[in-house]
Structures are given as C-alpha cells and as structure tokens.
C-alpha cells in the first residue's frame, strides 16, 4: 500500500527543527505544531514508515547486536565523497540497513568495514533498497547515476523514493523527477546547507520539495543526518534554496577575504579582526572558524572551491532566467574562476583569497 497521504494546500513551506516544525501557507495564517523530535540517533520508535510500500511501526529502539531487524527498511547511498561519506555513516552508527555504491570502489571500503553492504551499480542499490539517497558532486554526475547506463531509474519500481541531496539547478532536479517518478517511484529533492563537520555532526540543514509523502516517509532518516529539514513545495524550490544560500556564501566569503587583506595592508592585526567581527551584528560562523586559518593561507578542505564556483555558476544562471541582477554575485564568481584557474579548486572555498592576492601582486 503506497502511502497516499499529501499535503491538500498548495506550496506549502514547512520547517522543521529538533524541537518545533512551523508550517506556511501561501494563502492561510502560519500554523506551529510543537513537535519533539526524540528521532535524532534513534529513528525507528513507532514511527510508521516502512517503505513507501506498507505502514509499519518500529518498537523501542535497534539493538545493538550485529544482527540487523529484518524488518527494518534498506536505505541505498550513492556517492561517498566529503560530504556523501560522512552521511552515510550517521545512517549506519544510527542502525540502519545501509547499502553504498560509488564510482571509486575503495571509498565503500571503511563503510562496508562498518557493516554497510554493497552493490556494484546505482540500479542494483535502488533495486534492493526501499529509499535510495544520492549526494554527487554536480548536475552531471547527479543526472548520470540517477539516470544513465545502471542508473538508480532502472531499479526504481512503485513503492520506491529516491531523495537526491546533490546541489543542482532545477532543470536537472526536474529531469530526474520525471524519470523517477515515471517508474512508479516518488521522488524528493533535498540538497544541504552544511559542509565537511556539520555532515560528519549530522547537523546539516535539508532544503527539500517534491513528494510529500516522501519526505514524510525519509524524514527519521534526515534527521539523523541533520538538525532541520524545510519542505518548500514543487521540485525545483529546494535546488534554488540551495543555490541561493550558497551564492551568498561565496559573496560573503569573498567579501571577507578583501576585508582580512585590507586589515593587514594598512597595518592591522587580522586576527583581531576576525575577533571584532565575532561579535558584532556581522558575526557569522564560517568567519570565526575559517578567519585564522584563511590568516595563514592554510584552506583545509570542507567545501571545495571548484563546488562554490559551480554553485554560483548556477545561482547566476538562475537569476538570469528570471531577469534579476546580481552584480555582486557575478564579480564574486569572478574570484573563484581565477582561484580555479590557479589550482584551488580542491582546497576550500576560502582559498578564494589567493585570487585577491595575485590580482594584488599583478598590479
């Protein structure tokens, strides 16, 4: 039995975090429900969410024994990269049935060693598991191995979810969609705001739309994953979510870059700087945690530049398709093109200072 059950307004917005989801409609007052989530590394109490396929309640908590609860449903992770890596072992350090695919085999290795299991294809994960999760690394990669040659759209049948958490425009978020959901499967877009430490924390931030019944369906498992999950409607919503929050990221980021160089062409301490800044109005946490390292152009990777470039890339792609004018935005992205073009784009976004530094040693 397909679980039917779906919002009846239109567009809605819902937020939700551990303690409270709040729910907006486009035409009606705003609804809070105080909602204590007791779901964050034990998802599986009378929560009814066996597959898409029947309802199930799940009892106190999984055991810690090595054997699994048959009953228990199977979650497919594809991609193991910084971020897809880290999620998936909140998944299996939480008890779940997980099965990981990846294009680089020996990635699985540590996952599997933890009792994940493992399939060759993205078609074979979706095939055995009841809700497959994808997080690769641009829209290319995201529509391939959702659907492409051994895609997950081959092993997709009713009663499936696939949940993309991958940051993509929207047009490729709704070409899976259709793909996916022409299988009988539902389908939910749900990229992340959030790097390496909030991944590994299990404290990122799902920005989704698409099936409700979906979300409904995967939200223990978002949880385990995160400490919040908006529901924002219509596939696509969630894609422009995200690549408006990170076009604002690496404006700020740029932003500060200039702002520590500045400090210390005319004599200032940056480190008090970064201080300064910590606590006023402008405080943000990627400046303290980033600043002193950024000091000592040292860029350990949480988010690589070359995906902040892809990102602003697409959020100025975005404002083009409806005519709006992001300067600020576009001279950003002009920074991380040149970072780029000087072998950055592995280190973190915050290497786009030493795009500032060249242009200021060129003149």
């Known amino acids: 039995m397909i679980i039917s059950r779906m919002l009846s307004s239109s567009n809605p917005i819902i937020r939700t975090s551990s ?11 705003t609804f809070v429900v105080q909602h204590h989530n007791n779901l964050k590394r034990n998802p599986f109490s009378s929560f009814p969410f066996k597959p898409l396929v029947a309802t199930r309640s799940f009892s106190s908590k999984i055991s810690n024994s090595a054997t699994k609860d048959e009953s228990l449903p199977c979650v497919g992770f594809l991609g193991l990269g910084i971020m897809g890596s880290p999620m998936a072992q909140n998944l299996l350090q939480a008890g779940c049935d997980v099965t990981v695919w990846n294009r680089t085999k020996s990635k699985c290795d540590p996952l599997i060693n933890l009792g994940a299991k493992y399939q060759t294809t993205p078609e074979e994960v979706a095939s055995t598991c009841d809700i497959t999760f994808a997080m690769l690394a641009d829209p290319e990669s995201a ?17 499936k979810g696939y949940v993309d958490v991958s940051t993509v425009d929207g047009v490729t978020s709704k070409l899976i969609n259709d793909q996916i959901r022409a299988t009988g499967a539902l389908f939910l877009e749900a990229p992340v705001s ?17 099936d409700k019944a979906l979300y409904d369906t995967a939200a223990p498992f978002l949880d385990i994953m995160g400490k919040s999950r908006f529901y924002l409607g219509d596939v696509g919503n969630g894609a422009a979510m995200k690549l408006v929050v990170n076009m604002i990221m690496g404006s700020m980021m740029a932003s500060f870059s200039e702002g520590l160089l500045l400090s210390e062409k005319v004599g200032l301490d940056p480190n008090v700087l970064v201080e300064v800044v910590s606590q006023g109005a402008i405080s943000a946490p990627m400046f303290s945690m980033k600043g002193p390292s950024m000091i000592k152009a040292v860029y350990p990777t949480a988010f690589p530049l070359k995906h902040q470039q892809k990102d602003m890339r697409l959020a100025l792609g975005l404002a083009e398709s409806v005519s709006q004018h992001t300067p600020i935005a576009a001279a950003a992205n002009e920074l991380y093109k040149v970072a780029k073009s000087h072998g950055l784009g592995d280190q973190d976004f915050s290497a786009v200072m030493e795009a500032l530094k060249a242009r200021l040693q060129k003149e």
């Open 194 to 210: 959030g790097s390496k430490k909030p991944a590994e924390d299990g404290q990122l931030i799902f920005l989704t739309a698409g």
């Open 19 to 29: 303690t409270t989801m709040t729910i907006q409609l486009c035409s009606s007052p």
């Open 143 to 159: 529509y391939d191995v959702a659907c492409g040659k051994y895609g997950a759209v081959n092993g997709m049948t009713q009663g």
